[in-house]
């Protein structure tokens, strides 16, 4: 695991049995120490105890089981050397968590993680773009994220939010469909620029820029594989010459991965 690689130690905590979370390390191939906290104690004590669980389930199209009761929301601690929590991430409900990647991120800064192999290449006049995911595989109603980098050239920039009405500003969308839920689009900071002659106020961005969309797969049933569509638009200018607007489609192939 890249981040057991990074020198950090990880622990995972449980409801369930040592019995069954022996069982359940060796048919995954887990490795790092995964602790019991039957009766759901410590998960109580800190406030993490799931109680709405059967409006969860039912949510998932699942019946809720009397072993199934002391499921906690899912939390991740993040300690230093000294034992002090440096960082907590909570969601709202057992399903509904973070990815892999986001949580190596979270610790390591993201210095020793690895581009996934399903990246798109793209090369247009004056911009470089990489259109990629978390991983190429996703788990149903875990928290995944489509990345866009983007590398524009030295005197040249690209328009952001706000601008005026008849420029294109960069935009990340991913078309919609059932059972996709996406977030709202992280885009870089821009910067004011002014064009010689013109009233309007523009804002730009240039240099190495990233796009992260967050989506999940909210859906009941396995779907095997599914395939984002994402477009991407922007427009290219420097200071002497604007490029016409740059539309790209892309699409990328997920496979579905057993809940973790």
Known sequence: MEIVRSGVALVGVSYDSEEALREFARARGIEFPLLSDAGSRVITE???LDR???AHHAAFGIKTRDY???VAFPAVFVLDESGTVIQRRIRENYRARDGARQLVEAVT?????TTPPNARPLESEHVTAKVYTDSDRFVRW?????????EIDSG???????????????TVEIDAEEGLV???????????FHVAGLDEQFNVSEGRLRVMTPFAFNVAAETGQRT???????????ESECLMPTMNVFRIALREAPPG
């Open 46 to 48: 800190l406030g993490l």
């Open 52 to 54: 709405d669980l059967e």
């Open 68 to 70: 199934q009761q002391g």
């Open 109 to 113: 800064g993201g210095a020793t993680l």
């Open 142 to 150: 875990e928290r995944t994220r489509l990345h866009v980098e983007l």
């Open 156 to 170: 040249w920039h690209i328009y952001g939010r706000p601008i005026p009405n008849g420029y294109t500003p960069l």
């Open 182 to 192: 996406v977030g709202e689009p992280e885009y870089p900071r821009v910067q004011p």
């Open 228 to 238: 984002l569509t994402v477009r991407i638009s922007w427009q290219a200018c420097s």
